[in-house]
């Protein structure tokens, strides 16, 4: 019965698997193509060819209704031969193997696209103009027919300064720039002829905008054009060791204004009476036409319904003309300061007389001792001048005229027009020894206008205020100058005293006649430097001697307080005694030693160093500070021996071990005599 059992099973092993691949009872697969094959989906728009591929779980079948086993491996997929594609679609093959992504990634990338396009449709940018500022600046310089004959002259001429942070310093203006013409003829001519026409035409706009769309914005920024003329015309100066100048601030200046040293030029002592025969001859004829024009506008603008804000308009015109001005004087001074802007600082170094109007300053001096042509006493002059000057000057700034729609906002900067003229035409002077400067100032200065000076002084040291017969004693001077102005002619000088004997002094110095003496020469501003001179004590001297330095200039120095020191030295003889053991002070130091002694009470033990203190006046203390410092004496205990008083330093050069075996001896002595006694 078994067997019949295994036999069977064996049977059915067999035949299961015809069961499972070809049994007629299998479902058959659901057909997905009919007789006419067609794509499953036709892609539209908005649905990319991706969207239609089929799934790794379709089954395509053929045309037979009968089930034919398919190769797992591999799928077969419809051709689009089978129905042609319509013309308006372009449709790509799908591949073999299907790698198409999926349906939902395509889906989120459309919907993104649409919906920032949405974005940018709902919120529009408002249009909006915003203009920086505009400035327009002319500045124009006529120095023409300028006439000067004699020696040492100087003539400046400023209308800009590079930095206004800087001081417009003049000091050393004219150490280069001197002019010196000695008149060949017995007549000095100096005629001229001038005709000038100067046009400036200056344009600052940042208006004149427009939008269009509703609202929108303009800002207009600010505007501003000047104009700057300066005309220097038929100058003639005849004469010797003059100086003329005009500064003109059409800028903003914040530095000082340093003028050249006036007592270079200005005579301040009388000179010898001499009688002066001279022809002079001085004739002017100017005219002078000045045009200006100036458009300044903030206004002029449109808007449907927006605010309109506008920024201030302003026009500015300086004219100063100084026409056909004939001096014929020496030894003068003349600084006229014209204030057509703001001046916030002051005039410092002045000593003379001041006129002041509401808006001119001027600091004059006449020396009424001075002569003129005092080196040419014998020459004709002829000065004659003919000028014809037009200025004609148009400035335009314009923030307004802007047009905007709907409700848009109008806002606009400030307008400034500014016209600075100055015309200086036909000055005769003739004269010798004198300063002549103009200053105008158009905008803001906020500095001073100085006449400088300078401000020298010394400091002297020596390397020992107390010395010893032969001893060497260096002398330092240091020297400066502290102002801001050069001192010419500056000599340093160091007096030698009796006590002293001269060794030698650094390089430059010339001893004579108990003197060291330096010459320094010009001594710049803000300089120093340092001399020396070595010197021997000679005898000794009870009393102090003293040695002095001094500084010295030939320019005028307001502040001398610094100009001399003093100091004081002390000279002691020192006595040697030779083939001796012991060196021997001074009879000074036993005279102060014994002084001590006699002052000490017998039975107390003092310190000598309160005992100098006391006596810290007199000088022959001083030696011994060092050597006797926290040190106790009593004739009595003296550990020397006889009561002989003898000099402090003998005590100070004991030996320590000889005490250490003296102590050790009577430690030992004392113990053997106690052992006796017992």
Same mark, same amino acid.
């Given at each position: 019965m078994k067997i019949i059992q295994l036999i069977v099973l064996g049977?059915?092993?067999?035949?299961?698997?015809?069961a499972v691949f070809g049994s007629p009872s299998l479902p058959e697969p659901t057909p997905v193509i009919t007789d006419t094959p067609t794509p499953t989906a036709i892609p539209t728009e908005q649905s990319p060819p991706e969207e239609t591929a089929p799934t790794t779980t379709s089954s395509p079948s053929t045309d037979s209704d009968t089930g034919t086993p398919l190769d797992i491996g591999e799928q077969v997929f419809p051709t689009i031969a089978e129905k042609p594609k319509p013309e308006e679609l372009s449709i790509t093959p799908y591949p073999d193997t299907v790698t198409t992504l999926p349906v939902s990634e395509s889906t989120e990338s459309a919907t993104v696209d649409d919906e920032f396009s949405e974005h940018i449709e709902s919120t529009p940018i408002p249009p909006t103009i915003e203009t920086g500022d505009a400035e327009n600046k002319v500045t124009v310089e006529n120095v023409i027919n300028t006439n000067i004959t004699g020696l040492n002259n100087c003539f400046i001429v400023i209308t800009h300064n590079i930095d206004p942070h800087e001081a417009i310093d003049l000091t050393d203006n004219c150490e280069d720039v001197i002019i010196s013409v000695e008149p060949t003829d017995e007549t000095v001519n100096q005629v001229n002829d001038a005709h000038i026409q100067t046009t400036i035409m200056a344009i600052a706009e940042t208006g004149k905008n427009v939008v269009l769309l509703p609202d929108g914005t303009i800002k207009t920024g600010? *505007?501003?054009?000047? *104009?700057?003329?300066?005309?220097?015309?038929?100058?003639? %100066? *005849? /004469?010797?060791?003059?100086? &003329?100048?005009?500064?003109?601030? @059409?800028?903003?200046?914040?530095?000082? %204004? %340093?003028?050249?040293?006036?007592?270079?030029?200005?005579?301040?002592?009388?000179? #010898?009476?001499?009688?002066? =025969? =001279? &022809?002079?001859?001085?004739?002017?004829?100017? #005219?002078v036409i000045n045009n200006v024009t100036t458009l300044t506008n903030t206004g002029l603008n449109s808007t449907e319904r927006g605010t309109i804000e506008t920024g201030e308009a302003q026009s500015i015109i300086q004219i100063y003309d100084k026409l056909n001005t004939n001096l014929f004087q020496s030894g003068f001074l003349i600084l006229e300061i014209n204030t057509y802007g703001v001046w916030e600082g002051e005039l410092i170094g002045w000593w003379g007389e001041i006129m002041k109007s509401e808006s001119q300053l001027t600091a004059f001096y006449n020396n009424p001792f001075s002569q003129n042509f005092q080196n040419n006493e014998q020459k004709n002059i002829l000065q004659h001048n003919k000028a014809e000057i037009t200025n004609t000057i148009a400035l335009i700034a314009d923030t307004g005229n802007n047009s905007a729609s709907g409700a848009a906002a109008i806002q606009t900067g400030h307008a400034e027009t500014k016209a600075n003229i100055v015309t200086i035409a036909n000055t005769n002077i003739t004269g010798d020894n004198w300063y002549h400067i103009v200053i105008n100032i158009f905008d803001t200065f906020k500095g001073n206008i100085i006449f400088p000076r300078p401000d020298i002084g010394i400091t002297t040291t020596a390397d020992k205020t107390t010395a010893q017969q032969d001893d060497e004693i260096m002398i330092t001077t240091q020297f400066y100058n502290k102002g801001i102005l050069w001192a010419r002619d500056t000599l340093l000088t160091t007096e030698?005293?009796?006590?002293?004997? &001269? %060794?030698?002094?650094? @390089? /430059? /110095?010339? &001893?004579e006649q108990g003197k060291v003496s330096w010459d320094l020469g010009k001594l710049a501003a803000e300089n120093f430097g340092s001399v020396w001179v070595k010197t021997r004590a000679k005898e000794a001297s009870e009393k102090p001697i003293y040695t002095k330095s001094y500084i010295t200039t030939s320019t005028d120095e307001p502040n001398q307080a610094d100009n001399m020191h003093i100091i004081q030295l002390f000279i002691r003889l020192i006595q040697s005694a030779k083939n001796s053991d012991t060196t021997t002070s001074t009879s000074s130091e036993v005279t102060v030693v014994k002084e001590y002694i006699e002052q000490t009470d017998t039975a107390q033990q003092l310190d000598l160093q309160s005992f100098l203190a006391k006596n810290s006046q007199n000088s022959d203390l001083k030696i011994y500070k060092?050597?006797?410092s926290h040190t106790m004496y009593t004739p009595e205990r003296s550990i020397w021996g006889e009561q002989s008083h003898q000099p402090i330093k003998h005590a100070q050069t004991a030996s320590p071990s000889l005490l250490l075996l003296f102590y050790l001896f009577s430690t030992i002595g004392m113990v053997v005599k106690s052992w006796i006694e017992d």
């Open positions: 049977i059915y092993i067999l035949i299961q698997p015809m600010n *505007a501003s054009a000047s *104009a700057n003329l300066f005309n220097l015309v038929n100058t003639n %100066i *005849a /004469g010797d060791n003059t100086l &003329f100048g005009v500064i003109n601030l @059409f800028d903003d200046q914040q530095g000082d %204004i %340093i003028l050249p040293y006036e007592l270079e030029y200005v005579s301040m002592s009388v000179p #010898t009476a001499n009688e002066i =025969k =001279k &022809f002079v001859e001085q004739l002017n004829e100017a #005219t030698i005293p009796d006590g002293l004997e &001269f %060794i030698e002094s650094s @390089f /430059g /110095g010339i &001893f060092d050597r006797t």
